[in-house]
């Protein structure tokens, strides 16, 4: 059998050489390093752990009854009893802010996985694949973007009753489109890249150039919209809340709540609108924060600051 | 009712998100900005744009005025629509007088009808009003109606199957001034003038009886598709609302106002004083209907000065008294309506389980009125246990009906249902457990194992209504019975649940938010033929033969007994959930507007009695 040549075996190493610098495999110290540099992540990501355990963890510690309405502690200031009053139908608001987090928490996260998974698998197919197949595959993200929102969500409240997952099937739904479009741009570029053309060269098959060349350079990136995935599924999930399009009763989450405390705004029930609002604005604000962050660290030029 | 279409309702995720982030931004900052001290009642004087002497009236938000031919079909059977219809086209009989419910016949087109043939005639005179054109009303306007209504009647909301014009044998012209209805049997007088002559509106033949708006007007409605053509002609005219202001059509009027502006994108409708008009000038030059996209925004241009006559929702009423000490009058609109829940008697899930009268009688168990008006409603309504409305002093309320046949009690509830065959399930709800139709059994229809459980559809944004729908969510849990609740906007619930009956409906119970419905508008005695009676759009497709008899007896014996007999049955009968009626609105007006008080008895503003102090 004959030996590789010299010059080949040059090539492999060259190539290896050059894939490593396209592909960084980050060192776990950097990472951390360029994260805790950042002094707002480092907050956002405290702010976040703070709000999932009040969502997650408070039930557990601060009992309330938010199966029952009882109309007799309807609207309630705060007192040693409700130490945040009472909704307008007499729950603990505290405790309902507790359990409004645990849905809208779980939309986001949901949403932000979901979309993004779904968002990359076909946007790289579509990017890396080309032609009529491409083609195909961004009109339907183009005719589903189309479909207005607020319809889509008006339509199925009517025919079913939302529920959290229906919410975040909807959501999901519609926030992939973007995703899919955003990776399908990155992977038109990245493919033309020498690297990869490289590697094709070299025999690699698109399966192995999918998933070791191309998913890997999107990764950041995606990260990072994925992020703001999570902080948009849950302004829309507030949002659907507050239209009255949220889930039904006993269930709730921050948009309702907060759709209440605008309905008493002038009433001076204040305990039923800031906390709400507050809530929302602080873990929308902490992901997005997060996010950036996440790039930061992604982008090895900015990590180099 | 009306299905609303949102103007160029095209909204893409980021748009939305957007305008629903900062719309709610938007309103939490508004809860923290101070109270506006502007002078209320500015219409007095010109404001931009509100002409000198024109009062301004909030409509609810949501609603708007959008039809004005006073032939209304489904989609379009609205009070605010047919109350300024009616100030352009006066009704044959005036429905309400100040805060009676009874007609007004000092304000009518005619004089009191007169029966005879043993109460199978009725020979009325009109009144001598001319139209605006200086053209007399006549009975060719009348007749002009009758063959409109009669030739398209199932296009007509307020026509009812067997009733007019169904009820009479023929259309006599006496002269041009009075006219005689036969009927095919004798009727209570007092039934036939309250609900079925209060339906007729002369209108405008000698201008609308043509079939496109370049022909000549000729006689069309003698023939029945003549008339159908006409009327056609008249539906798609009065959908036109950007020709409103500019429609040659609708400036003949006989009433007291005439049309003067329509603005198609906010519904603002301006309507200007008939100079030519007939009975009593109104003092005002013109008024003006207002459509607020929300509470906040109508309860802003109240402190800015723009709107005369608005209202807050019950659930603001602590900020009555900030509103007095800024130059307003408050007063609670107490109307003749009723207040119920329509049970989902055509829906093939649910039919089954609200067909049966003990679990209907349990459920009325479960309504707890007091503590509703005691918290929610906050003494703002009146407790409601039949189909006629229980105002105080109301002639047509029974002795019986003004007690609760079925006060709150979750035990007497349970019981009830323990006792036709249901037990406690692993769930913690109700199982039926004894199928069968035995006086023990759990009812036709209702499968071995089947959970006690019913959708309940309701409004969403008021929380006037979803305190009570949760409240009794909450009692009927601790019954067994699992109420699951489906809250919708406000036109997904007209969509849905406006066109079920016939269904089949996916709802168990449907409340609407304002909901609170007459007798068919414009009815004055509560008999509730259009409600509870046969082919019923809003009573959830309820049927009984006895309830049917005891309506059509109330049509054709005179006196009350029979008024009683019905509402006595349908009580028992909980043919709806029955739920405290609230009032209309809370009224909010400005001090310099007078004559609005009373209130009308049907909601209706009465713009032609108002004034400003100091003005014209």
């Known amino acids: 059998m004959a030996t590789p040549a010299p010059l080949e075996n040059e090539q492999v190493q060259t190539f290896q050489k050059l894939n490593t610098t396209l592909h960084p495999r980050k060192n776990s110290t950097s990472v951390i390093d360029v994260f805790s540099s950042n002094k707002l992540a480092v907050g956002s990501v405290l702010i976040l752990m703070l709000v999932f355990a009040f969502a997650f963890l408070g039930p557990l510690i601060y009992h309330s009854d938010q199966a029952s309405t009882n109309l007799a502690l309807e609207n309630l200031p705060p007192s040693s009893r409700h130490i945040l009053g009472t909704s307008p139908t007499g729950k603990d608001e505290l405790g309902r802010l507790m359990v409004g987090g645990q ?88 493919k033309t890249y020498d690297y990869v053309i490289a590697a094709k060269g070299f025999g690699s098959n698109n399966r192995h150039l999918i998933k070791r060349h191309i998913s890997p350079n999107v990764l950041g990136t995606l990260i990072v919209n994925g992020t703001l995935k999570v902080a948009d ?36 029930y204040w305990w039923q609108l800031w906390p709400a609002a507050v809530l929302i604005i602080l873990t929308v604000l902490s992901v997005n924060v997060l996010g950036d962050a996440v790039r930061d660290v992604f982008e090895r030029r900015l990590a180099r600051r | 009712m009306k299905r609303r279409i949102v103007k160029g309702a095209r909204f893409h995720l980021a748009s939305f998100k957007a305008v629903s982030l900062f719309g709610a931004l938007g309103l939490v900052l508004a809860s923290c900005s101070s109270s506006s001290s502007a002078s209320a009642g500015s219409s007095a004087k010109a404001t931009s744009s509100t002409p000198p002497n024109y009062a301004t009236f909030a409509l609810h938000s949501g609603d708007t005025y959008s039809w004005v031919l006073p032939l209304p079909n489904q989609a379009n059977y609205e009070p605010w629509d047919q109350n300024a219809e009616y100030g352009m086209y006066r009704p044959l009989y005036v429905a309400g007088n100040g805060s009676q419910p009874v007609i007004n016949f000092g304000a009518s087109m005619a004089n009191p009808p007169t029966y005879t043939n043993n109460n199978q005639s009725v020979t009325i005179t009109l009144k001598p009003y001319k139209w605006s054109d200086g053209r007399s009303v006549t009975t060719r306007d009348v007749e002009f109606f009758w063959n409109l209504y009669k030739n398209n009647k199932s296009q007509i909301a307020t026509y009812v199957p067997g009733n007019f014009p169904d009820n009479v044998s023929s259309f006599v012209i006496n002269s041009p ?96 004083r008939n100079a030519n008009f007939s009975g009593a000038i109104p003092k005002l030059s013109g008024y003006v209907l207002e459509s607020y996209p929300s509470q906040t925004a109508e309860l802003d241009a109240l402190r800015s000065g723009s709107l005369d006559y608005g209202y807050i929702p019950i659930s603001d009423y602590h900020i009555a008294s900030t509103l007095k000490s800024q130059g307003f009058t408050i007063a609670p609109w107490v109307t003749d309506y009723v207040q119920w829940a329509e049970l989902g008697y055509t829906s093939p899930k649910y039919g089954p389980l609200v067909k049966q009268l003990y679990i209907r009688q349990a459920l009325q168990h479960l309504v707890n009125e007091p503590l509703y008006m005691s918290t929610v409603l906050h003494s703002y309504g009146q407790y409601t246990y039949g189909p006629v409305p229980n105002i105080p002093g109301s002639p047509y309320v029974s002795p019986q009906e003004q007690s609760n046949p079925y006060p709150y009690s979750v035990t007497q509830a349970k019981s009830a249902l323990e006792s036709h065959g249901w037990k406690t399930g692993s769930s913690g709800y109700l199982v039926c457990s004894s199928p069968g139709t035995g006086g023990s059994n759990c009812g036709a229809g209702i499968k071995p194992g089947q959970k006690l459980a019913l959708s309940f559809m309701y409004q969403t944004g008021t929380p006037t209504l979803s305190g009570q729908v949760q409240s009794f969510a909450t009692a009927a849990k601790a019954a067994g019975v699992d109420i699951i609740l489906n809250p919708q906007s406000q036109s997904t619930m007209f969509s849905v649940g406006g066109v079920c009956p016939p269904g089949p409906c996916n709802w168990g119970i449907i409340l609407y938010r304002t909901f609170l419905w007459n007798y068919g508008q414009g009815d004055v005695l509560p008999t509730g033929g259009q409600i509870f009676g046969k082919g019923n759009y809003w009573g959830g497709g309820y049927y009984d033969p006895v309830a049917q008899q005891l309506i059509n007896t109330t049509h054709t014996q005179p006196g009350l007994q029979s008024l009683f007999a019905y509402e006595n049955y349908v009580s028992q009968q909980v043919a709806a959930l029955w739920f405290p009626t609230w009032d209309w609105q809370i009224s909010v007006v400005s001090n310099k507007l007078k004559g609005w008080n009373p209130q009308q008895i049907f909601g209706n503003p009465q713009p032609s009695r108002w004034y400003f102090s100091g003005g014209a």
Do not use: C
């Open chain 1, 103 to 190: 849905s809208t928490l779980e939309v986001g996260l949901a949403v932000g996985l979901l979309s993004t998974t779904f968002g990359l698998v076909w946007g790289t197919i579509a990017g890396y694949i080309g032609g009529a197949v491409d083609a195909l595959m961004m009109r339907i993200v183009d005719a589903m973007l189309s479909i207005p929102f607020l319809f889509f969500v008006v339509l199925l409240a009517a025919i079913v009753t939302p529920t959290v997952p229906l919410i975040i099937f909807v959501i999901s739904a519609v926030s992939w489109l973007s995703t899919a479009r955003l990776v399908r741009g990155e992977t038109l570029k990245i």
């Open chain 1, 233 to 268: 599924a849950i302004l829309i999930f507030a949002s659907l809340g507050y239209l009255g399009l949220g889930v039904a009763p006993p269930a709730t989450n921050w948009g309702t709540i907060l759709a209440a405390g605008v309905n008493n705004i002038f009433n001076g």
């Open chain 2, 177 to 272: 001034t009075s006219f005689t209805l036969n009927l095919k049997s004798p009727v209570n007088p007092t039934w036939f003038t309250d609900n079925q002559l209060t339906d007729i509106v002369p209108l405008p033949q000698h201008v609308w009886d043509k079939t496109s708006l370049t022909q000549k007007v000729g006689n069309y409605d003698l023939t029945t598709s003549g008339a159908q053509t006409v009327f056609k002609f008249l539906t798609k005219e009065s959908s036109q609302v950007s020709t409103y202001a500019t429609n040659p059509l609708w400036k003949v009027v006989d009433g007291p106002w005439k049309l003067q502006a329509y603005n198609p994108t906010t519904a603002r409708t301006v309507f200007a």
